[in-house]
Nanobody, 120 residues
Framework: RLLESGGGLVQAGGSLRLSCAASGRLFSSTPMAWFRQAPGNERDFVAWINPSGLRTYYADSVKGRFTISRDNHLDTVLLQMNSLQPDDTAVYYC???????????????WGQGTQVTVSW
C-alpha cells in the first residue's frame, strides 16, 4: 500500500516536497517511481529510483528541478520539486513494482495521488 502526501498550492518558482509512505516487507527491494496526470492528459512519467537509491532517471521536463530519493529504513520515497511552473500542475502518483519499462505507467501498486497546483 502506498500513501502520498505533501501536495498543495504554490506560486511559480516555489518548491514542494512530496512523500510516499509504503507498507509491506519488500520496499527495499523494489524500484519506485513518481508519475503525474493533468486533467485530460495521460499519466506521465516523472522520476524513477532503483532499490538502493543509487540510480535515478527523470523525465526531460523535470530534469534539474526535481529530485527523487528514498529512505529504505523508513519505507519512504520523496520527490523534491523546485522551480515549479504552472505546467507542473497535476495529480502526482507514487508507484511501485514495475512490470514494464520504468517510464511506462505499468506498475502493480499505486497510491491515491496528491494534488499539486502551481499558480502564476
Amino acid at each position: 500500500r502506498l500513501l502520498e502526501s505533501g501536495g498543495g498550492l504554490v506560486q511559480a518558482g516555489g518548491s514542494l516536497r512530496l512523500s510516499c509512505a509504503a507498507s509491506g516487507r519488500l520496499f527495499s527491494s523494489t524500484p519506485m517511481a513518481w508519475f503525474r496526470q493533468a486533467p485530460g492528459n495521460e499519466r506521465d512519467f516523472v522520476a524513477w529510483i532503483n532499490p538502493s537509491g543509487l540510480r535515478t532517471y527523470y523525465a526531460d521536463s523535470v530534469k534539474g528541478r526535481f529530485t527523487i530519493s528514498r529512505d529504505n529504513h523508513l519505507d519512504t520515497v520523496l520527490l523534491q520539486m523546485n522551480s515549479l511552473q504552472p505546467d507542473d500542475t497535476a495529480v502526482y502518483y507514487c508507484a511501485s513494482n514495475p512490470v514494464g519499462a520504468y517510464f511506462k505507467p505499468e506498475y502493480t501498486n499505486w497510491g491515491q495521488g496528491t494534488q499539486v497546483t502551481v499558480s502564476w
